[in-house]
Each structure stands twice: as C-alpha cells, then as structure tokens.
C-alpha cells in the first residue's frame, strides 16, 4: 500500500543550508536512519516527531508534511 | 546496519546452523547407528545459544540516539511476529500427533521440553527475520 503521507524534508534540508539527514536526526532526537525512512516515505511519523522535525525547519507541520486523498 | 540489524543476523546465523547442524548429523546417526543414539544429535541444537551473546558482541553506541519510535514499533511487530509464529509451532505440534497416530496413541514427556525448546527457536528466529525484513524495506539510501 503506497504511503499516503508526502514529505518536503528533502527541500526543506537543502534550504537550511543543505543539513544533512544526520543533523536533523540529532535535532529531531531519532536515528538517521530514521529520517532516511521518513523522507523516503517509507515510514509515517508520530505526531510527536512530525512536530520536532518541522521545529527544527522552523516551519509548521503543515508546511513539511502533507496527507494526499 | 544498526545494533538491532546485527544482533538479529546473529540469532538468524546461529540458530541456521543449529538447526541444519542437528538434522545433518541427526540423519548420518541415524544411518550409523539408529534410534535412539541418534537423538544425540540434537544437543547441536546448543550452538544457538551463541547468539544470546549478541548484546554482549554488539554494545550499544555511547552517546548516540540508538533506538527511537520506529525501532521501538519495529520491534513490537517482530515480537508479534515471533510470538505468533511460536504459538502455531506449538500448536501444531499438539495437533499433529493427535491426527497421525490418533486419539488412543501415547507421547513420551520427554517431547514436551522438546516442544518448548522448537516453540522457542520459533521465537527468536522469526523474531530476527522480521526485524531484518522491517529494516531492509527502509533502505541506506542517503
């Protein structure tokens, strides 16, 4: 089943001076791979580190995920 | 790979070897000298117990973020997994004897540790699989 969540992460990394998948690992308090998964759209977030990812973009949680219909 | 990914490799490995290891020389013994020094051979069965060393082997990354949400649901649904596939063995080896020899036959207690201990093989075997499963779909790509 194809994960209905769309991220931005991708973009939003290299806008904030090309952070690493690292660094946001360490800003979001998760693994890397973690991060690789979820920019991948292979896993769907807690609401809970949805939110500390969008903090760390400084950006709403909106602006980094969205849910496709 | 991660701590996780490694310690399941073990417990796939070893319990592999245990359980190839007991059939092949359970089915030479057999040849040579027949039942029942032949059950000897499942003392093999013991090489599984080296991955219990996994977390010795693997220590955990000091000062690292090791194991977050996903990890945590990773491996609840491998103990799902593993849990389930335990309880068909168990199962399946109640029910099996019933069907094949019939209501009236009679199993020696001895096989009753021997269930427990294939019940638990189960476990950690498919345990590790479906933990090394759930990881690989997520890929290293960076």
Redesign the interface.
Known sequence: MANKIKNNIRQFRFENNQMTQAELADKAKVTRQTIIAIEAGQYSPSLELAIKIAKAFGKKVDDVFEYEE | M?RAQKIAWLFVITISLAVVGSLAAFAILYIKVGMPKALASLALIGIAGFGGFGPIVFPKDKGK???????TLINRRAAIAGFGASYLVAGLACMLPFFILGPQATVAVWWLPNIFGAAGLTLFFVHSVVILVQ?G??????
């Open positions: 991660n973020i090791t194991c977050d949400e996903r990890d990881y779909r997520g890929g290293e790509k960076s």
